[in-house]
């Protein structure tokens, strides 16, 4: 049974720092990630990291958001800095599975950035 297990996240002034972390179980997973959803938006990417280490990122946390991967853990964790209230939202845990490519979700935590 798959799990995306994910803690942080948390109330924080414009300009502070969040760290999330995610650790996932049950399977082996090719690419694992974050995405975000603002209320009334789409959910979007934030940024992935493939099995290898390589990371992505959106153009809006380029420079300020970096996602790390422990692979001997199967956890991954996203170090925010620079946050700013267009960054508020509910931030998911994403895992692909390598056999399926199945795409599983976590149940989301909440990131509010305001004074």
């Known amino acids: 049974q798959v799990q995306l297990v994910e803690s942080g996240g948390g109330l924080v002034q414009p300009g502070g720092s969040l760290r999330l972390s995610c650790a996932a179980s049950g399977s082996i997973f090719s690419t694992l990630g974050w995405s975000r959803q603002a209320p009334g938006k789409p959910r979007e990417i934030v940024s992935l990291?493939?099995?290898?280490?390589?990371?992505t990122y959106a153009n809006a946390v380029k420079g300020r958001f970096t996602i790390s991967r422990d692979s001997a853990k199967n956890t991954i964790a996203l170090q925010m800095n620079s946050l700013k209230p267009e960054d508020t939202a509910v931030y998911y845990c994403?895992?692909?599975?390598?056999?399926?490519?199945?795409?599983?979700w976590g149940q989301g935590t909440q990131v509010t950035v305001s004074s």
């Open positions: 990291i493939s099995s290898d280490g390589i990371p």
């Open positions: 994403r895992a692909i599975r390598r056999d399926t490519a199945q795409i599983y």
